[in-house]
């Protein structure tokens, strides 16, 4: 039957997600009508289609063991000249990615694998495309800035179009406000 490409990824929300996907493409990358703009958690990798169901066991746990946390952009970096790409960094938020990336890939799990690279936190702007147009995303997103609560992530599936479609997605088991907290607000604060 083959076998099915997913990925794991942490959405970067509106109205940011579709500011930096239209930048991408007006780079001249292609890809970014492919993929919406996101911070990678597991690259594209391939399981077989009875596997999903395992999968989707094993993110379920990782997004209950997870907490929210803020996510915060800011300016451009590259991987060049070891990778064709140029990006926005994640300067907050950074180690908590890089906790839940380990635990999806968890040894004990069934998305173990080897990265090509060390695990680096980013947004991609542009991918594989001339220098110049590289040049150009690093110059023009360098003072880019986004902030958001991260709540959870998703699952995404690659269809032979190239396109990457959401299959699901995991909030994190912290992410309803308890009761108590739910009901202070300032004017109901003790008084000096």
């Known amino acids: 039957m083959g076998t099915v490409t997913i990925g ?3 959405a970067v929300p509106e109205p940011h ?8 493409a007006g780079f001249g990358d292609a890809a970014a009508h492919g993929i919406r703009s996101h911070v990678t958690l597991l690259p594209p ?17 990782v ?4 907490r929210p946390f803020p996510m915060r952009l800011s300016g451009t970096g ?20 890089a906790w839940l990336q380990h635990r999806v890939r968890d040894a004990s799990g069934p998305l ?3 990265l090509q690279f060390p695990y680096h936190p980013h947004v991609t702007v542009a991918h594989g495309i001339d220098e110049a147009a590289m040049d150009r995303a690093f110059e023009e997103l360098a003072h880019y800035e986004a902030e958001w609560s991260c709540t959870g ?5 690659q269809g032979a179009d190239g396109v ?5 997605e995991y909030a994190f088991g912290g992410a309803t406000v308890p009761p108590q907290a739910a009901h202070t607000d300032r004017n109901s604060l003790p008084t000096r």
Not at 153 to 157: A, G, W
């Open 8 to 10: 794991v990824s942490i």
């Open 17 to 24: 997600g579709s500011l930096l996907q239209e930048r991408r």
């Open 45 to 61: 990798t391939e399981i077989e289609p009875g596997a999903l169901a395992a999968v989707h066991a094993h993110l379920t746990e």
């Open 63 to 66: 997004a209950a063991a997870g």
């Open 78 to 97: 590259t991987f060049r000249p070891l990778s064709p790409v140029v990006y926005v960094k994640v300067v907050e938020g950074a180690e908590a990615c």
């Open 112 to 114: 173990t694998r080897e």
């Open 153 to 157: 992530f998703s699952l995404h599936e």
């Open 164 to 168: 990457w479609r959401k299959l699901r």
